[in-house]
């Protein structure tokens, strides 16, 4: 046998010996798993609910409810009530910014934050309501989204938009009886869903909103009536009259509206009124 040979075998028996014991591994040994990829992992979410072209629905109108549901099992993962302050008016309504750019963060504003131990991608629910302090202008919302384990939402967070508009009747008091025949003010004040007031030359700017008053006998609209804003006020005013009795014997119901078509915002309140017979004057002895 040449050395040549001899040396190629002896290469091959240590090729084969070494194999061995990488064979004899049970699966009982295999390495364990990194530590941490089973693990729940945190992971915080941050929303934030805002009026359609306003301001964040903070503590003045009562903030807004927001309950984070797995879509996949439907059990609630987090509920609560945003908290804080409507955000910097300067910094939301009126500062130029990049798309990229914080809109409500930059600022302290109101949010509800919540922390989930998630085991994996998660595709979840976030169902808003607000404002909780006028609960006649309450609007809700909800979208899904996908949470990622260890993956923060926070910053601006997850944005709800509410459209709409808080229209509050301050007079008549609803329920009040009046008295047919008498001249009576309609006064009642508009704001964004945020609290903010909507009156000519604001941010809000009521010139750009169709804003009116309705006198409503059953299902029928008697009169519309054309409402001004009286800045000492900072309401919206009109007069009418009450009709008699045996026109409105169920009463009447005075109905304010307030719309903006271009940004798709609308309000309204309705109030019920029981009609009285006309004053008499006393006759003189």
Known sequence: MSLAVASARLLLYGAVLMLIPCLAISADNEPPPRLGLNDPQPTTILVRVVGHGAMVLGREVGGARITITDVATTRILA???????????????????????????????????????????????????????????????????????????????????????????????????????????????????????VRPHGDWDSRKIHIYGELVVGERVLERLQLFYNHDRTSFEAPFFVPLPSDAPDGITLRVVAADPSHGNAGVENAKYPVLSERLPLKKP
């Open 79 to 197: 509920t609560g009530i945003q908290q804080g302050e409507a955000g910097d008016q300067n910094q939301i309504m009126r500062t130029p910014r990049l798309m990229e750019e914080p809109h409500y963060s930059s600022r302290p504003a109101a949010a509800f934050t919540a922390t989930l131990d998630l085991l994996r991608p998660t595709l979840v629910e976030v169902t808003v309501e607000g404002p909780l302090a006028y609960p006649a202008s309450s609007q809700r919302a909800s979208t899904t989204i996908w949470l990622i384990p260890g993956h923060d939402m926070i910053d601006d967070g997850v944005v709800l938009h509410l459209y709409g508009y808080i229209v509050h009747i301050e007079h008549p008091k609803p329920g009040e009886p009046l008295i047919a025949k008498d001249d009576v003010i309609l006064r009642a004040s508009v704001r964004t869903l945020s609290g903010a007031l």
